[in-house]
């Protein structure tokens, strides 16, 4: 079964976003559209509750997603080509499913045998190996951008905190607590998807019920 987290990574591919972006807390109009458009597609392919849902988005309410899933479904039915797209997105999660329903795929094992004898087993790989590997690839891409963003604001808030809070002026206090709030994020993708990565997506249980992975 398709987890929340995948589908957020898929819409946001989609729309040239981060993941991480639709789970934070920006507020301008592309990033919170996209997110709406995840909650739905989430909503309408997996049998999450609105507070399932919520807990993937870092931590949002049950109001909060009804909310967004109210508003969104008013602009699909007034929009065409939204709904275009969330058509389009609802269909790659059909796909991933039908992958996912052949059985687990070790990816790592893949990319072993395909750099040992790149030019036959290449060829070789199936379409399921090939969607692992790019589901892998990407993200290892995102825990590594996350990482990055993560170590340069440390060494941001470390050259504050060696000024001294009293040194500060209010810009800077406010950067500082923008800083931690950032960290607290990313700190937390980064877990997330770590453990996505060394999960067995053979034994996984979801979040709170058999039917729903977070």
């Given at each position: 079964m398709?987890?929340?987290?995948e589908i957020i990574a898929t819409t946001a591919l989609r729309l040239g976003l981060e993941p991480i972006e639709l789970v934070?807390?920006?507020r301008d109009r592309r990033t919170v559209l996209a997110r709406h458009v995840a909650m739905h597609v989430a909503r309408k392919t997996t049998q999450c509750s609105t507070s399932e849902i919520g807990r993937a988005f870092n931590e949002r309410d049950h109001s909060t997603v009804s909310y967004a899933l109210e508003k969104i479904a008013r602009e699909i039915g007034r929009d065409a080509q939204l709904a275009g797209l969330v058509g389009e997105l609802m269909d790659t999660v059909a796909f991933l499913e039908r992958v996912r329903a052949h059985g687990s795929v070790d990816a790592l094992a893949v990319a072993r045998r395909i750099a040992g004898a790149p030019q036959r087993q290449a060829m070789a790989a199936s379409v399921m190996e090939i969607a692992a590997l790019a589901a892998t690839t990407v993200e290892?891409?995102?825990i590594a951008r996350a990482a990055d963003e993560a170590a340069r604001l440390y060494s941001r808030r470390a050259e504050l905190r060696r000024r001294g809070i009293l040194d500060l002026d209010k810009d800077e206090m406010a950067e500082a607590r923008s800083i931690d709030e950032r960290l607290g994020a990313l700190n937390a993708a980064i877990a997330d998807e770590i453990a996505a990565l060394c999960a067995d997506p053979s034994t996984s249980s979801g979040s709170m019920n058999r039917?729903?992975?977070v």
């Open positions: 398709i987890t929340v987290r934070a807390d920006s290892l891409w995102e039917n729903c992975t």
